[in-house]
């Protein structure tokens, strides 16, 4: 009996389930609603690819700047390791030597640059005091053979402290050319 009651209770809870589904098929959508029958498509955007698939993301770097051929100097340290984030002379089929020299090509054709690489040993112990030495130097003078000096974060910091160095976030664009006085990226 107990058994009977209990399928009973079961059979009139699946039924009273089902009614209400069904009732809420039933009322019309409101205005400004979508049935759930109704197709829902999102606009088809294509995005542009590199030869690799890769999105290819544009910058957001004025298209009409142009430094007509300045030249931009950057020091950088000469050890080993070091230098292949900045340099590469040419294309060699090496997957990151190529990566490399295609960003400075494109860097430089985009700004129309010419990219002077400096190098000076500047990895550990003397060498990157000296090295830090003549960052700090070069930054304070009011003329500087250096428009951008690679640097460790930490070290970087220390000089930032300094006031060696200007904000980048302060300037819409980096001028290279600046009449009558110091380069404006490193004054304050």
């Known amino acids: ?43 088809v955007t294509t995005t542009p690819v590199d030869e690799f698939g ?13 430094f007509e051929g300045a030249t931009v100097n950057l020091l950088c340290r000469s050890d080993a390791g070091i230098i292949d984030e900045f340099t590469s002379a040419s294309e060699d089929s090496t997957v990151l030597n190529e990566a490399v020299f295609k960003r400075n090509a494109t860097v430089a054709d985009r700004l129309d640059i010419e990219l002077n690489i400096i190098t000076m040993n500047g990895a550990y112990g003397d060498a990157n005091t000296k090295f830090l030495t003549e960052v700090r130097g070069q930054a304070m003078s009011a003329t500087s053979e250096y428009d951008i000096a690679a640097l460790y974060a930490s070290q970087g910091c220390l000089l930032v402290t300094e006031i ?19 380069n404006p990226l490193l004054t304050r």
Do not use: H, W
């Not at 809870?13 to 759930?36: E, K, M, R």
């Not at 890769?54 to 142009?66: A, M, Q, T």
């Not at 060696?164 to 110091?182: A, E, R, Y």
């Open 164 to 182: 060696c160095f200007g904000i980048f976030t302060s300037f819409p664009t980096l001028i290279l050319k600046s009449p009558g006085g110091p």
């Open 1 to 43: 009996m107990k058994k009977k009651i209990t399928a009973i209770g079961v059979i009139i809870a699946l039924l009273a389930s089902i009614i209400s589904l069904v009732s809420c098929n039933q009322t019309p959508p409101a205005d400004g609603t979508t049935d759930v029958t109704d197709e829902i498509t999102a606009p």
């Open 54 to 66: 890769r999105e290819i993301i544009e910058d957001s770097v004025d298209k009409n700047l142009d």
